[in-house]
């Protein structure tokens, strides 16, 4: 069954070995615990944010001690995926994943507080929303699709869009993920994106110890792989530290932890 998954994605297994044995490139730094780390985590440089379907917990980075939480209602926040600092904001990709059809949201919260400021509600989209990021004045966001759970009838990983959004949240163009990549994510999808200090994409899957440096392509509508890149933690949603070069904050979610890792030439 996974070798026929391959075919369809146009891959095949040498090619796959290849990207999977990139050489480990990161080193722990920092390990903070966090109930809510589950779903990914972002900094702002002195604090850093677990986050979890319906709950946030904002711990500080130099001692380890949480300062801030959030709960909501799971009826509401089925399924926060991941954030980011913008301002004093934190802002946040949710949809209603695992149901179909799938819908999706933006949620902000107040970094001091953490309380629940306002939605901004996307309706039916092109997938589930998992990753918003802001970068060059504009929203980057992912919407994911998925082969099985959470799946829509018709699409599958394949359909996994990046889009390029204005502030209000209106797409001003798209891409599609490269056929290597999406191998490693299926059965399931992108679940973290967060752009570099000098401008470099990274992108990561779901369960795998890897992110992948992609770049927007000189013309069509196909994302590029620069390098795949080992990582400390097996995927989820991650972000760059704003302030420490270099850094990069990523979850260990069966330990429910929240990593800091340096990662060389970044």
Not at 17 to 35: D, T
Not at 219 to 234: D, F, W
Request: aromatic share 10%.
């Amino acid at each position: 069954m996974k070798w026929l998954l391959l075919a369809g994605l146009g891959l095949s297994a040498p090619a796959l070995a290849q990207e999977a044995s990139s050489p480990p490139a990161e080193r722990v730094s920092l390990r903070l615990s966090a109930p809510e780390a589950n779903q990914g985590a972002a900094s702002d440089g002195r604090f850093v944010y677990a986050i979890d379907n319906d709950r946030i917990g904002k711990y500080r980075i130099d001692t380890g001690k949480r300062v801030a939480q959030w709960q909501g209602d799971r009826r509401l926040f089925p399924h926060m995926n991941s954030c980011t600092v913008a301002g004093r904001e934190l802002v946040c990709a949710a949809s209603n994943y695992p149901a179909v059809p799938q819908t999706s949201a933006v949620e902000f919260f107040d970094t001091a507080t953490l309380r629940h400021l306002r939605t901004v509600s996307l309706g039916f989209g092109p997938g589930s929303l998992t990753v918003l990021d802001w970068h060059n004045g504009k929203w980057w966001a992912v919407f994911a699709n998925y082969a099985g759970k959470g799946g829509e009838p018709g699409r599958d990983t394949r359909y996994t869009l990046l889009v390029r959004m204005d502030d209000t949240f209106r797409q001003e163009a798209a891409w599609t993920f490269p056929a290597e990549v999406l191998a490693r994510f299926a059965p399931y999808s992108c679940s973290g994106a967060s752009w570099s200090k000098d401008g470099r994409l990274y992108v990561t899957g779901h369960d795998r110890a890897e992110m992948y440096e992609l770049a927007l392509p000189e013309a069509g509508s196909v994302l590029e792989l620069r390098r795949t890149v080992a990582i400390a933690t097996p995927g989820q949603a991650i972000d760059w530290d704003p302030v420490r070069a270099g850094r990069l904050w990523s979850i260990d979610r069966a330990k429910n932890e929240m990593i800091a890792s340096e990662i060389p030439g970044e």
